[in-house]
């Protein structure tokens, strides 16, 4: 008999049920039924060990039947998808685990998200890389959190800009984005509790700190629970698709700046304008011929515009760090950030009294940053990185420590650091 998912589609009970029939072995099959699953997992792992190692004997032969080589790949197919029938079943047995929860983002686990992929990178032995194993996997764990909701989340839009990229990469495709107008918009609707998450950029390698971002910690009362880095190239659309066309130039300003080398070389005396967003930019440049815009390629598909050229980022390594954050905190993955906001005292050394708890106790900081604090005159308020959780030691004792010192330590999150 198939189990059934409450509330799911028939397509989806399919999938379920395809794990539970002849097709799936045997002994993974009672696994998910027994009282103790650990065991069978072994043995099916180790079978499939086996035969993983004959099949890569198989795939070094010199010149291989195409015929064969294919049934290869129709059996492992099999395989594949009747395990990730499977582990979707596991998945919403952990759902039941974790007892009566209202909603999607009751289920959502990012630490456990975090040790899952690091686990397949330190697995990875390629040919794929781990971006592309973290990617695959990463939308595995995204469908199998779908089975009991998607998750929603607020990211800066519209759709097509690299903020959404950094909710693809983070969440996954099942999850459900929210495109909203501006990094104040997506705190509010995620405090508000219209969103799950928020996902905002914070930092671009090259440019430095995106200090609206930054400036909403000061009186949002949201955590952060989690970083995402993003890989940003740049490319410049038009309609036309001809350098030559080109007399206006949108962008974002981060991106306007990402790309300054190339536009001086390449379009010296051609206008630019900054708008709110790359996605934005396009939009606009799609009016008229003469306008081209900076964004991400796939930005290009979502608008229908050509691309000019790209990628046209100066720095090769050009990369936005991005947060994500949520109206809850989360324990400790083992790999863990720390976002601190304190203000301090106006007396001398207060800055050092921070710190010296944090150095002595070998504690790595990432970075800081001080912008000025709300409603004070000459007060600065500093963001601090620093490795580890809050409810863990080292950390744990220094910021009590601090805590004597400082005026006001808070804690903004603790998150895993970023898979890549
Ligand atoms: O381990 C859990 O807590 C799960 O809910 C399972 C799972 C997964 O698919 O591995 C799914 C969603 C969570 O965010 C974390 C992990």
Redesign the pocket.
């Known amino acids: 008999m198939a189990k059934r998912i409450p509330g799911k589609s028939a397509k989806t009970r399919k999938v379920a049920r395809a794990s539970t029939t002849a097709k799936a072995p045997a002994k993974r099959r009672a696994a998910a039924k027994s009282a103790s699953p650990q065991k069978a997992v072994a043995a099916s792992v180790a079978g499939a060990a086996a035969s993983a190692r004959s099949r890569v004997e198989f795939a070094k032969q010199a010149r291989p039947d195409l015929a064969a080589v294919r049934a290869q790949i129709d059996g492992i197919d099999r395989e594949i998808q009747s395990l990730i029938a499977e582990r979707a079943l596991w998945?919403h047995q952990?759902?039941k685990a974790?007892g009566q929860l209202a909603a999607a983002i009751d289920?959502?686990?990012?630490e456990?998200?975090a040790q899952?992929l690091r686990r397949v990178v330190d697995r990875n032995d390629g040919p794929l890389s781990d971006e592309v194993l973290v990617r695959l996997f990463r939308e595995i764990?995204s469908a199998?959190?779908a089975q009991q909701e998607p998750l929603k989340i607020g990211y800066l839009g519209p759709e097509g800009t690299f903020s959404q990229q950094a909710v693809h990469k983070h969440f996954g495709h099942s999850a459900r984005g929210l495109p909203l107008v501006s990094i104040e918009e997506v705190f509010d609707e995620v405090a508000a509790g219209n969103a799950d998450f928020g996902v905002v950029p914070v930092e671009n390698s090259g440019q430095g700190t995106i200090q609206s971002t930054l400036d909403m910690f000061l009186t949002s009362p949201l955590k952060i629970c989690g970083e995402v880095e993003l890989r940003v190239h740049q490319y410049l659309l038009s309609r036309t698709g001809h350098l030559e066309d080109v007399e206006r130039v949108y962008s974002h300003g981060m991106s306007l700046a990402q790309c300054k080398n190339w536009l001086r070389q390449n379009l010296p005396d051609v206008h630019r304008e900054a708008v709110s967003s790359n996605a934005e930019a396009v939009r606009r440049a799609k009016k008229s011929d003469d306008a081209a815009a900076i964004a991400g390629e796939n930005a290009a598909h979502v608008y229908g515009m050509k691309v000019v050229a790209g990628p046209i980022e100066d720095r090769t390594d050009n990369t936005t760090r991005f947060l994500v954050v949520g109206r809850a905190s989360f324990p400790p993955s083992g790999n863990d950030r720390t976002s601190l906001m304190v203000s301090i005292r106006d007396q001398p050394g207060a800055l050092y009294k921070i710190l010296e708890p944090l150095a002595r106790r070998a504690i790595s900081m990432n970075r800081i940053e001080s912008r000025p604090a709300h409603g004070a005159l000459w007060q600065y308020a500093f963001f601090i990185d620093v490795e580890g959780h809050v409810d863990e030691s080292p950390l744990k004792d220094a910021l009590a420590e601090i805590d004597d010192f400082a005026g006001d330590v808070h804690v903004l999150g603790s998150y895993p650091v970023a898979v890549p």
């Open positions: 998945a952990v759902g974790k289920y959502y686990r990012p456990r998200e899952v764990m199998c959190l």
